[in-house]
């Protein structure tokens, strides 16, 4: 069975504060995306990854950083993080080329 | 203007129903097209692949206009299970890693 595994499902951070989110699939997938879904603007791709230690800019990158030091691990970091950060967020995975996007169950970050 | 835009609903039909959505894009080099399917607090599956003749699974029917660029999802026979947002999810390479979702379109099939 297909697994996207995101570190906690619920977080309250402080402003300022520098936050890791992790993700971890055991597809062997090649593609690994962070997104964020917010109310009325749907999922955003903030960064995404088609292989170790490659990233790519999504959408909405400014105030994030990723890691992919391992294929089946990809980390979305909020160098200091602040309140308009607060938000879901939704890790997934694909094979190259692939038709199909497996999400984590998203974790729901708090930044007060 | 959004790359992928939906109506987001909320769409209220009773059990039975049929319902049609329609997405529209932006970027005429698009290359694939999907709907996913994300339930109440929970992360988005995928529900159909989209291809240019149309693809029928079950009561779904997805189809696919280029020349006005947008597709559609027809869902027939309502189910109360059917209450769902549904994401029309558009990539843009055949790497399959430019997924641009559209805001999604909420779905209510009331008894």
């Known amino acids: 069975d297909v697994k996207v595994t995101q570190s906690s499902r619920y977080l309250v951070k402080r402003t300022g504060e520098k936050v890791f989110l992790e993700c971890v699939q055991d597809?062997?997938?090649?593609?690994m995306f962070w997104y964020r879904q917010d109310p009325g603007l749907g999922l955003r791709l903030i960064y995404f990854s088609y292989d170790v230690k490659m990233k790519e800019k999504g959408d909405i990158p400014e105030g994030y950083s990723v890691s992919r030091e391992k294929k089946e691990r990809f980390s979305l970091i909020l160098e200091s993080a602040s309140t308009n950060q607060t938000s879901m967020y939704l890790c997934a995975s694909s094979f190259w080329g692939g038709t199909e996007a497996f999400f984590g169950q998203g974790t729901r970050l708090t930044v007060v | 203007r959004k790359e992928v835009e939906q109506d987001p609903g909320p769409f209220n039909v009773p059990e039975g129903a049929t319902v049609a959505f329609n997405c529209t894009y932006s970027n005429s080099a698009s290359q694939s097209f999907f709907w996913y399917r994300q339930d109440c607090r929970k992360e988005p599956k995928l529900l159909m692949s989209v291809y240019s003749s149309g693809n029928e699974d079950g009561r779904f029917t997805a189809q696919l206009n280029r020349a006005s660029q947008y597709i559609s999802l027809l869902i027939r026979d309502s189910k109360l299970s059917d209450s769902a947002t549904y994401l029309c999810v558009v990539t843009l390479n055949n790497a399959g890693n430019m997924l641009t979702f559209g805001g999604g379109t909420r779905l209510m099939v009331k008894p």
């Open positions: 597809m062997d997938h090649e593609n």
